[in-house]
């Protein structure tokens, strides 16, 4: 699902070992990168200082935000049928 996503917005997803250390070596290696996310479900993303740091609250909070720019969208219209 977000491999898709990601590609479909103009993206290049990568993989990498879950664990903050290698996660924080694949950022550096990719200046470029905007945001990254572990299967753990940690999400790290490059903006407003907190590049880096995958502070739960934060993330929840900028995703309804980025989220809630979308034109005539709802949230609840962009989850999967299963995701209830």
Do not use: Q
């Not at 990568?14 to 990719?30: D, E, I, P, Q, Y």
């Amino acid at each position: 699902m977000f491999e898709k996503a990601i590609v479909s917005a103009g993206g290049r997803p990568m993989m990498a070992k879950t664990g903050h250390s290698f996660m924080k070596r694949v950022l550096a290696a990719n200046p470029d990168a905007l945001m990254a996310a572990e299967m753990s479900g940690h999400i790290f993303m490059a903006d407003r200082g907190w590049y880096g740091f995958d502070c739960s609250l934060y993330n929840a909070a900028r995703l309804l935000e980025l989220w809630s720019r979308r034109d005539g969208l709802s949230f609840s219209s962009e989850l999967e049928p299963s995701c209830s």
